[in-house]
């Protein structure tokens, strides 16, 4: 059976409503049981670590028990941040009457599709860079496959952003160049030919131009640095929950695919709320039979992957005591 005793980083995915939530949280405790200490990330815009804990706990690192912290990402909080640290840079290179059109402006790319996920996806990257120095290991709690994908891509997409930048910025200062030659005299005094009006706004361009080209250089390095983790078989590990039906296993064998093409390294599954051999009556015996042949059909699709199945409890499973129970079944 899998193992993630040596793993720096888990992700936990899966098909909404198969208790992926459950299954961190109570992987969580037993890592914490093992001595380790243990933060738990949830990415997932409708949040449920704290119902499962049945403790608030929001966008701050909040104390689970002695060894596990968790922490609720807020894609909203993460967006007007990065919208705040923009227009803070804008306005240095701006005049005060721009101030208004420059909120505007940033105003309206809060709410333009993907912010939220460029912003969460940067606080993934920054947890994963930062956050192993304080833990031994962080749990996220989210549906792997769309932000993992993207994690791997965006070092690419930086550097082409970047790229970009550096040569425009090139080809205008070029291009400043030739101006400069054809007009020798535009714009100087005539009686004091050094005094350059120009100079200033150019060494503001310039100073701009290299804040932008860092903070983009500074975001690919970063990014760069998180896909070595995530490729890393030695730090990092996926694992998929799901449940003995139809959908759960058509997306995860749609999930596995992907990840295994970026060469992500899958740990194993975790197979949910199969019905236990005691319950009793016709409906249960039908959904035994049903269920058996899901479970075949999971052994037949993820052959080589480790699987772990967990039973259907009679109650919901919320609250510290009913999640070390569920930790006390995992391998």
């Not at 996806?121 to 749990?139: N, V």
């Not at 409890?313 to 510290?320: A, I, Q």
Request: charged content about 30%; proline content about 6%.
């Amino acid at each position: 059976m899998f193992s993630v005793d040596d793993k720096q980083i888990v992700f936990v995915g899966g098909k909404g409503g198969v208790g992926k939530t459950t299954i961190s949280s109570a992987l969580a405790l037993q890592q914490a049981k093992h001595g380790r200490k243990v933060l738990l990330i949830s990415t997932d815009p409708a949040h449920s670590l704290a119902d499962a804990f049945d403790k608030p706990i929001g966008d701050t690192i909040t104390s689970m028990t002695e060894r596990v912290d968790a922490l609720e990402i807020d894609p909203d909080a993460e967006v007007e941040a990065h919208i705040t640290r923009v227009m803070k840079t804008m306005k240095r290179f701006s005049k005060p009457d721009m101030y208004p059109e420059i909120e505007r402006q940033m105003r309206l790319t809060q709410q333009s599709p993907g912010a939220q996920e460029a912003a969460l996806l940067e606080r993934i990257a920054r947890l994963i860079d930062e956050k192993p120095a304080d833990y031994d290991l962080i749990i996220f709690d989210t549906a792997p496959t769309g932000h993992t994908l993207r994690l791997l891509t965006l070092p690419e997409a930086m550097a082409a952003w970047t790229q970009g930048l550096l040569k425009q910025t090139e080809r205008s200062k070029k291009l400043e160049g030739v101006l400069e030659h054809l007009s020798p005299k535009a714009g100087k005094d005539i009686t004091n030919p050094m005094a350059d009006p120009k100079q200033h706004e150019s060494a503001e361009l310039d100073e701009r131009t290299a804040e932008i080209s860092e903070t983009l250089l500074r975001r690919q390095r970063l990014f760069h640095r998180t896909r070595h983790v995530l490729t890393d078989p030695s730090k990092t590990a996926l694992i998929f929950v799901l449940t003995p039906e139809k959908l759960p296993i058509l997306e995860t064998a749609r999930a596995v695919t992907a990840l295994r093409q970026e060469k992500l390294p899958i740990a194993g599954l975790v197979i949910n709320r199969n019905l236990p051999d005691h319950a009793d009556g016709e409906f249960f015996a039908k959904r035994r039979a049903q269920e058996a042949q899901y479970r075949n059909e999971i052994e037949h699709e993820f052959q080589d992957l480790q699987r772990v199945y967990l039973p259907l409890f009679p109650t919901d499973l919320h609250g510290l005591d009913a999640l070390k129970d569920i930790a006390e079944q995992l391998p």
